[in-house]
Each structure stands twice: as C-alpha cells, then as structure tokens.
Nanobody, 126 residues
C-alpha cells in the first residue's frame, strides 16, 4: 500500500494562491492514479482533480477548472495541487488519494480510491 501526507494548506485572502503537496511513501508511487478531493463543513466529500500515473492525463471539477492545476513528480514521489484565484467557497479540508485501479485512467468518485492522506485545511477569507 501507499501512505500519503498532505501539506501546504493555510489561510489566504480571496484571489490569492496556494500550492498543496502530497508526499507518498510505501509502494511504487508511479503505479497509482491520484486524485484531490475536498470536504467543507456539513458537506459531502467532493472530487476536485485527477491525474493518471504518468501525469499525461488530468481532469477537474467544473468549479475549479481554469483555476486549479494538478501535477505530479514521480521522481520525488509527490503530487501537487496549484490553486489560483481562490474563492471563499474553496474553503475546505483537502485530501490527496491514490487508486489501486489501472493507473492509466482517472477516477472521480471517492470509492474508487483506497488510500487517503489526513487532509490539509484551506481557508479563503473574503
């Protein structure tokens, strides 16, 4: 299995930027498709972005498309989520996840991911 640790969250003003990191250890990182999800208080966990094992395929939720960028560096066993033009509605705990399914695809629902980090809080003030 793979262990994931997120970092980079914090408090930022609307319009600002943050870059989240997801550091992996354990089994071969490059075997896994990855995703970022978020969960705001009182809401369901929702899909944010996904990336294939080599990084050649990415996709985003409509709410973040054009503002967020997912990437990965397999040599560093790390994935990233660059978040620009942040809005108050982006406030949530952000989670990195790895899927044991075929890494050449992307996955969009939480139940397709078996491995999760502990989450990092992102708060955007208006």
């Amino acid at each position: 299995q793979v262990q994931l640790v997120e970092s980079g969250g914090g408090l930022v003003q609307a319009g600002g930027s943050l870059r989240l990191s997801c550091a992996a250890s354990g089994r071969t990182f490059s075997n896994y498709a990855l995703g970022w999800f978020r969960q705001a208080p009182g809401k369901e966990r929702e899909f944010v972005a996904a990336i294939t094992w080599g990084g050649g395929g990415t996709n985003y939720a409509d709410s973040v498309k054009g503002r967020f960028t997912i990437s990965r560096d397999n040599a560093k066993n790390t994935a990233y989520l660059q978040m620009n033009s942040l809005k108050p509605e982006d406030t949530a705990v952000y989670y990195c996840a790895a899927s044991p399914r075929f890494g050449g695809r992307m996955y969009y629902t939480a139940d397709e991911y078996d491995y999760w980090g502990q989450g990092t809080q992102v708060t955007v003030s208006s």
